[in-house]
């Protein structure tokens, strides 16, 4: 087969659509202005910005004015677990507060949850099953009189599941109206996602994981819920996440969204696709599925591979054109499994070969042959190398 080139780690970031770029290109050099300032330029990125805000609002089903604009993802979660926490704390008398998340959501969460405990928090991480779901019984248990704010994340960046986030919200208030946030930076723009449905009091998604630019990332703020202000300065955000916006990326977002929505109906062909990518990897021996065999992302393949490691897996997949990302951090000198397969109960050592390919609408039939046909080959090639593998 010739070479090719396949990128299949849209779940790390995503080409921009051309269709975003060119929302954006009109506001670097004509409609330039400050939303801020008074002057027909200034009124005319204000239009802009409020049209943007409503059309986002639109697709995942809030209201405008839930809608706050943030620089990424990972903000919007750090804004959303300090901010709601202290003032849920504060209006409840709590003096040591208690939050609730799980072992397998994105750093973005759980360093969040490392830093509030180092200041005096308590936390508690629940546990997920095999298949890496959350079940809303464990949530509702680590429940106590102190706690502040819990958060699930809607589907697993590492391995694809989805989990229960509507049961799991209803589950919740029937105990006590305890702010509860949702990480959806990799369900938006995947799976249909509506704020309504979910019932969730915040929910983050960021540009750069749905074809729009990086630098760009929002929080839904359901009417009622209150959060301290993340930055001070001027009364953009309604004066709670201050400085001037970023509106081309906005734009940008705000188009990406609208183009995920009219493609969703793709979205079965995408998980016919990911599904035969499962089927030819999985057929090698000693190779095994991780996350949720169906209830997991369209375009979402991750496995682990007896015997070999992760870093070498992709830099030889790397050198036959296919892009693709591992749990395992070995670069960092810390030797660390990750932390989502290991609490899936997935013994260490497998856990150092693992892969993720998450592929896109662009994918194509002949891209999930070539990456078949490469993985078993290097994979192979690997463990004839493999002192720990026979
Ligand atoms: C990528 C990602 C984030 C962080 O988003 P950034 O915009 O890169 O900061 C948070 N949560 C999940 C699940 C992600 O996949």
């Known amino acids: 087969m010739e070479k090719r080139f396949v990128y299949a780690d849209n779940a790390a970031t995503t080409k921009v659509y051309p269709e975003v770029v060119e929302e954006m290109l009109p506001y670097f050099t ?3 202005g400050n939303p801020s300032s008074l002057h027909h330029v ?18 995942i089903g809030a209201a405008p ?40 959501e994105h750093h973005a969460v759980l360093h969040t949850f490392k830093a509030l405990e180092n200041s005096g928090y308590e936390v508690t991480y629940v ?10 019984e464990a949530i509702v248990s680590a429940i106590r009189d102190n706690t502040c704010l819990i958060t699930v994340m809607l589907a697993n960046n590492e391995m694809g599941t989805i989990e229960p986030v509507a049961d799991i919200v209803k589950a919740v208030k029937a105990v006590r109206n305890i702010p509860f946030l949702t990480d959806a930076v990799q369900a938006v723009g995947n799976i249909p996602v509506n704020v309504k449905d979910l019932g969730v009091d915040m929910l983050s998604f960021s540009g750069h994981k749905i074809h729009a630019p990086k630098g760009v990332g929002c929080l839904y703020i359901k009417k009622g819920t209150r959060l301290k ?51 030819g990897i999985t ?10 065999p169906t209830d997991r992302l369209p375009g979402n393949a991750s496995f682990v591979f007896k015997g070999i ?43 150092h070969g693992s892969l993720r390919l998450s592929i896109c609408y662009e994918t194509t039939d002949e891209d999930i042959d070539y990456m078949i046909e490469n993985v078993k080959k290097v994979v192979e090639r690997l463990r004839m190398m493999s002192p720990i593998y026979n």
Request: net charge negative; proline share 3%; aromatic share 4%.
């Open 65 to 104: 004015e839930e809608i706050f604009f943030t620089s990424c993802g990972t903000e919007s979660d750090n804004w959303a677990i300090r901010g709601a926490s202290a003032v849920y704390a504060r209006v409840n008398k709590i003096e040591k507060p208690h939050i609730i998340t799980t072992k397998i």
């Open 42 to 59: 200034g009124q005319q990125a204000k239009k802009a910005l409020d049209s943007a805000r409503a059309r986002i609002a639109d697709v």
């Open 229 to 279: 202000n993340l930055i001070e300065g001027g009364g953009q955000e309604k004066g709670k996440r201050a400085g001037t916006e970023g509106l081309a990326n906005i734009m940008g977002m705000a188009k990406a969204l609208e183009i995920s929505r009219d493609r969703m109906g793709e979205a079965k062909e995408l998980a016919a696709k990911r599904d035969r990518l499962i089927k």
């Open 127 to 136: 546990d997920v099953d095999e298949n890496g779901k959350v079940s809303p």
């Open 283 to 292: 057929s090698l021996p000693d190779t095994y599925l991780t996350g949720h």
């Open 309 to 351: 490691e992760g870093e070498s897996l992709l830099f030889l997949l790397s050198a036959a054109g296919i892009c693709g990302s591992t749990g395992s951090a070995c670069s960092s000198a810390s030797l660390e499994p990750s932390h989502v397969l290991t609490s899936m109960g997935i013994p260490v050592e497998i856990c």
């Open 30 to 32: 004509e409609v330039f």
